[in-house]
């Protein structure tokens, strides 16, 4: 029985749903709210989900369209976290329940609240995802032709839509005179405060009352937005999208999603999208879930420190590999466990390593997962050069922290090649996989790594700690100093190999061991996993510090 990845179970739906209306291109949207931090769970659904899904279309031969909806036009909230953004709180209040995209920017040097908290999101997409348009409710209200033929059959059929949407407003029903817009008022600039008094189709405009600031006034249809369960169908419509995912907010059985579908059907005559849910991501702090990522919250990291210390393509594998609906935590400082779990679905894709008994159940989820994640098409047929995280994490700790970028990289492939990791000369893709790996571990070092793995090579040793050494640990290092002496191959398996072969009579021997071997290279008692570091900083290197430290 053949094994079908939930990517393809999607693709084949939409597939057939763009290919039974005979629509010359399939449209997927993904929707958020510049409200605060772009987080990288944002990615998860309305990106690369949609990416991939784009992508098996295309190789079914359709046109594809992937669409990135920003709902500009909400109100502002003025949380605290979002209060705080601004050098004086109080001045941001004055913005509450202003359009988003009317919002000044907190720092002054954007033109707008959503121009400032998008870029560390919008300048990264392409990382994560190929051709996505991007479109702001704000610009559907003010240009889209669709739109405004949206909004004029919602009040044209506004005795319908009252009847629906009534429906799920339980104890708070919408009276039968309701207008269904929210114009901004020209005078405290808030939107969603002002009561529709009048409507004018033929001028495309509304009449109201402000209940903030008591204001009256008029307002083209194109100041303003929609209530939130018709203005998604209107995204729908304007854009004829064909499958959209959503979160697991609007998944609840009589929820927004289910209300909007019914709206679609019944009183718009409109197919609604496919879609599938996913469940948001959570957020770790210093090994403690602090909870689920969230954009007014200020909780989360963004693309752009994604990028900074891992490959785009490690988020993407980890999205891909697991079904949407299973959540999923991030931490900055474990960055190197989830570029592990990537190499290692590279070696198994590639054969390099043998699946564990474990993997065999679910190689062929792992292979197809790997495949998905890279937008570098077509892969390479053979595996290029793999520099493990933590091996560009030692190299990068082991060298002079002056060096350049390319006398970096020379240094690098010399010390690979004296350790054995490196036994063939580099492709252009192998050499460009090397130098990101590298530069992607100085800054994880540098900003996120945990105490643990921030090491500073002693250039000599001090009179200090040689003083300092026990007889014991003296003992212990000449004894690790001959069987270190006896390799051959200088890497780090033989390395470890060498460390297990000196005696160690109990517990406290072993710690003593090891907090002399870390003193005398690193000048604290502990580190990282040592032999990496030994690995990298070369055969002559340590072994003289071993002699100088027996003197």
Known sequence: MSYTHWVDRIANQVLERCRSEGKDECVLNGGLSVSGLQHIGRLRGEIILNSIIAEKLRDAGLRVKQVLTLYTMDPWK??????????????????????????????????????????????????????????TTGEMYREHPRMREFIVMTMRNREKLIEVINKYRGRNPYPKDWIPFEPICENCGRIGTAEVTKLDLDKYEVEYRCTYCGHVGRAKLTDGKLPWRVEWVGVWY????????????????????????????????????????????GYVVNGKDVGDM????????????????????????????????????????????????????????????????????????????????????????????QLPYLHAVALIQTLPQS??????????????????ILTKELDDLSRERIKSRLIRARNWVNKYAPETYRIRVLNELPDSIRASLTDIQRSKLGLLLQ????????????????????????KDVEKTFFEATYLIFFGKPSGPRIAPYLAMLGKDFVLNRLRDALR
């Open 78 to 135: 003025g949380k605290d976290k979002q209060l705080e953004q601004f050098l004086n709180p109080e001045v941001g209040r004055k913005y509450v329940e202003w359009p988003l995209e009317r919002v000044p920017d907190p720092k002054g040097c954007h033109k707008s609240w959503v121009d400032h908290y998008w870029r560390d999101f919008g300048d990264y997409l392409d990382y994560f995802a190929k051709n996505v348009e991007v479109i």
């Open 483 to 506: 069987e270190l002496e006896k390799i051959d191959v200088w890497n780090e398996d033989n390395i470890k190999e060498a460390m297990k072969r000196v005696p160690r009579e109990n």
């Open 238 to 281: 304007t854009l004829q999208v064909d499958f959209e995912p959503y979160g697991k907010d609007h998944a609840m059985p009589g929820g927004s999603r289910d209300s909007a579908v019914e709206i679609a059907k019944t009183v718009y005559g409109v197919n609604p999208p496919l879609g599938t849910w996913y469940e948001w991501v």
């Open 403 to 420: 060096l350049g970028e390319e006398e970096l990289m020379e240094r690098v492939i010399k010390r690979l090649k004296e350790t054995k």
């Open 294 to 385: 969230g954009s007014s919250d200020f909780i989360g990291f963004t693309p752009r420190e994604w990028v900074e210390v891992a490959e785009p393509e490690v988020l993407r594998y980890i999205y891909i590999f697991h079904e949407p609906t299973k959540r999923l935590t991030f931490s900055l400082d474990s960055i190197y466990q989830y570029v592990d779990i990537y190499d290692r679905a590279e070696r198994l894709y590639y054969g390099v390593d043998k699946p564990s008994p474990k993997e065999k159940d679910y190689l062929d989820l792992i292979i197809k997962s790997y495949e998905y994640a890279q937008l570098r098409r077509p892969l390479p047929k053979e595996m290029p050069f």
